[in-house]
C-alpha cells in the first residue's frame, strides 16, 4: 500500500478566479495558487474575494509552501492575505514571482516570505513532492504546468494554458514532456483548466494579434493611438510596441501597474522596447500626437483607471477627442462588461474612434479551447480526470469533452469548491467536505459576511427607515416622537405627509400595545419596527430596512 494523496480544492470549481488548490502526502501539504476574484455587480462594496482561509488555517503548520503557476491576480492575488497569518515560501518563474511580489510588497510581508524562482524543466523537492515545472502558453510569459511525481504516480495540474504553437517568445506548451511522462509513468490524475472548455475550435495565436495591431496602426497614421490591455500580458505588450515602433512613433505608458510592469519585463529581458522609443506620460504633451503611442491600463474599465478618466475627461495627462484612436486590445472577463461599455460610450461621446474586440481581431484568449483540449487529453491520456479552473457548466463541458475521448464516466470527477478527494491505490474517490465559502474583503480586511452582504443588498435597493421613540415604560406615556427620519424610502423634503402619517401609526401601535399589556422594551422595539414596515408596504408596497429606536426616558 503506498501512502494516499489528498487533494482540497478551495478555489476556482464554481467560479472564474480565486484559484486555490492543496496536494497533501504524508501529512505535509503544498499550495498550488492562491488567486482573488474580482466581485460581481451584486457584492455591494467588495472589492475583491479570497478563498476561504479556515482549512489553511487549521493546518496552518504541515503547509510547505505555495506553487504560483503564473502571473495572474486570480493565481497569486490571494497571498498577501493569506501570508498575514501564515508564512511560508512561494515557488514560481522569475517573471510570476517579480508579478506576484507587488501586493506582498504593498503588505509589507515581502521580508519575511522567501520568494524562490525556478526554471523551464526543473524538479525540485518541496516537502514529500517531487514537483516538475512544465512550460505552457498563456496570456502571461512564462507560465507553468506543474506535475506531482508521487507515490500514487504523476498528478498532472495545467495550471491556466493554451496551445499557442507560434507564440510571441517562442516558448511553446511542452507537449512533448507531457508525452513522456504519459509513455514512461503514465499520468495518473489529470487536472485541466476548463475556462473554454464551452468554445469550440481552437483559440487564435497570440501572434496573429500582433498583425493586426501592425494594420490598424498603418491604416491610422496622423491620429494619436492610445492601447489598452492588461498590464500583465507582457506579449502583447510588446506586439503593440512593436507595432508603434514600425509606425514611428514614441511610447508612453500610462497607469500604475502598466508603468511597473513594463519597467520589470524589460529588466528581465522579457520585453524589448529601444530606450529613444520611450517617454515619460508627463513629456508625451511636448510630442506631435500623430507620433506617440500610450500604452494604458484600464481594459477592464475599471472606474478609477487611466482610460476610464481619459473617457470622463478627469485624465491628468491627455485630453482625448476626434483625433484619437483607442485600441481596446482585451476582452472583459465576466462581471466587467457594463464597465466597459460605459468606459467606450464616454470615448465615442467625445468622438474618439474605439476598436475593440466585438470590431477587430484585436485579442486572443490565454486558455485553451474545445480542440485543444482534446488534443491535451489525447497526450497525456490520464487514468483519472477532474476538471478544474471554471464556472460550474465549463467544468461539466470539459468533463463531457474527457468521455468524447474515450475516458470511462467513473473516471471522470466534477468536483466543486470545498471538495476533498484522495488518490489511493484503489483510485480517486471522494474524501471529505471542507469550508470553502466566499472571503469578501472591503477595504484590507476580510470580515464582510453574508450578512452584511444582505443588508447592503436591501439599503441599496429599498432604502432605510428609521423610527425614534422615547417613552416611559411604566406609564405607557410617549415622551417624544415617534420620529421616523429615512434615506431611500421617500424623499424627506417632499414627502412630509406621509411621514406624519408614518409616524401616527406607529404612535398608535404604541398606545395599543400598553393598552393590552405589561410590556418592556425589547417587544416594544419590536412593535414598532411591524408597525412601521406594515404602513410602509401597505402605502408604498416597498420594503426598506426598518430600524427602531426606543429608549426609555
Ligand atoms: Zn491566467
Ligand atoms: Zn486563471
Known amino acids: ?8 480544492f ?25 488567486g482573488l476574484m474580482f466581485p460581481d455587480a451584486d457584492m455591494l462594496g467588495i472589492d475583491l474575494v479570497l478563498p476561504d482561509f479556515t482549512w489553511l488555517r487549521e493546518h496552518a503548520d504541515q503547509i510547505e509552501g505555495c506553487i504560483v503557476t503564473h502571473g495572474h491576480e486570480d493565481h ?91 507564440p510571441v517568445d517562442g516558448r511553446l506548451t511542452d507537449l512533448a514532456r507531457i508525452g513522456a511522462l504519459s509513455d514512461q509513468q503514465g499520468v495518473r490524475l489529470l487536472l485541466a483548466d476548463s475556462t473554454n472548455a464551452d468554445e469550440k475550435g481552437y483559440s487564435r495565436s497570440e501572434t496573429t494579434v500582433g498583425a493586426v495591431l501592425r494594420d490598424l ?10 492601447t489598452t490591455c492588461f498590464a500583465s500580458h507582457v506579449h502583447r505588450v510588446q506586439q503593440i510596441a512593436d507595432a508603434a515602433v514600425a ?33 515619460d506620460i508627463e513629456d508625451v504633451g511636448e510630442l506631435d500626437p500623430a507620433e506617440v503611442c500610450i500604452i494604458s491600463t484600464g481594459s477592464q474599465g475599471e472606474p478609477m483607471s487611466a482610460l476610464a478618466l481619459m473617457a470622463a475627461d478627469e485624465n491628468r495627462w491627455i485630453k482625448v477627442g476626434s483625433g484619437d484612436v483607442v485600441i481596446m486590445s482585451s476582452h472583459p472577463i465576466p462581471g466587467n462588461e457594463s464597465n466597459v461599455s460605459k468606459v467606450i460610450d464616454g470615448l465615442v461621446r467625445v468622438g474618439v474612434e474605439v476598436v475593440h474586440s466585438g470590431i477587430e481581431d484585436v485579442h486572443a484568449t490565454g486558455h485553451a479551447k474545445q480542440e485543444e483540449l482534446k488534443t491535451f487529453h489525447s497526450i497525456a491520456r490520464p ?22 475521448m474515450g475516458m470511462a464516466a467513473e473516471r471522470v470527477l466534477v468536483c466543486e469548491d470545498g471538495d476533498q478527494l484522495q488518490l489511493t ?40 427607515v428609521v423610527v425614534v421613540v422615547a417613552v ?23 414627502a412630509a405627509e406621509i411621514i406624519d402619517q408614518c409616524e401616527a401609526a406607529v404612535a398608535d401601535a404604541i398606545k395599543d400595545a400598553f393598552a393590552r399589556d405589561a410590556i418592556d422594551l425589547e417587544s416594544l422595539q419590536r412593535f414598532v419596527r411591524r408597525a412601521a414596515g406594515k404602513f410602509v408596504n401597505e402605502q408604498t408596497r416597498r420594503r426598506p430596512m426598518i430600524v427602531p429606536v426606543v429608549m426609555e426616558a
Request: net charge negative; aromatic share 6%; with cysteine.
Open 217 to 226: 496602426f498603418a491604416s491610422h497614421a496622423g491620429k494619436r493611438i492610445i
Open 1 to 8: 500500500m503506498s501512502p494516499p494523496v489528498t487533494i482540497t
Open 425 to 464: 491505490d484503489d483510485g480517486l474517490v471522494p474524501h471529505a467536505r471542507v469550508p470553502a465559502g466566499y472571503l469578501y474583503v472591503d477595504g484590507i480586511v476580510g470580515d464582510v459576511g453574508q450578512g452584511v452582504l444582505r443588508d447592503r443588498r436591501v439599503l441599496a435597493e429599498e432604502g432605510v
Open 76 to 166: 497569486h492575488g490571494g497571498l498577501s492575505f493569506l501570508l498575514r497569518e501564515l508564512s511560508f515560501p512561494l515557488y514560481g518563474s522569475a517573471l510570476t514571482l517579480g508579478l506576484a511580489r507587488n501586493r506582498i510588497d504593498e503588505a509589507g510581508l515581502i521580508d519575511r516570505t522567501d520568494l524562490i524562482e525556478v526554471t523551464d524543466g526543473e524538479r525540485r523537492r518541496i516537502g514529500p513532492f517531487d514537483v516538475e515545472f512544465i512550460p505552457v502558453t498563456h496570456s502571461v510569459p512564462h507560465g507553468f504546468a506543474t506535475a506531482f511525481h508521487t507515490p500514487q504516480g504523476v498528478i498532472l495540474h495545467t495550471g491556466d494554458f493554451k496551445l499557442d504553437l507560434t
Open 247 to 279: 509606425e514611428g512613433r514614441t511610447i508612453a505608458t500610462m497607469g500604475m501597474s502598466m508603468k511597473k510592469n513594463v519597467r520589470l519585463a524589460r529588466q528581465m529581458g522579457l520585453l524589448h522596447i529601444p530606450d529613444h522609443r520611450l517617454v
Open 383 to 404: 487514468e483519472w480526470f477532474v476538471p478544474v479552473h471554471g464556472e460550474y457548466r465549463h467544468l461539466v463541458a470539459h468533463a463531457r469533452i474527457a468521455h468524447q
Open 10 to 34: 478551495l478555489g476556482g470549481l464554481g467560479e472564474i478566479g480565486r484559484n486555490c488548490a492543496a496536494f497533501e502526502l504524508d501529512g505535509r501539504i503544498v499550495l498550488l495558487d492562491c
Open 472 to 494: 416611559d415604560i411604566s406609564t405607557g406615556a410617549i415622551i417624544t416622537g415617534p420620529e421616523v427620519i429615512t434615506r431611500g424610502w421617500v424623499y424627506e423634503d417632499e
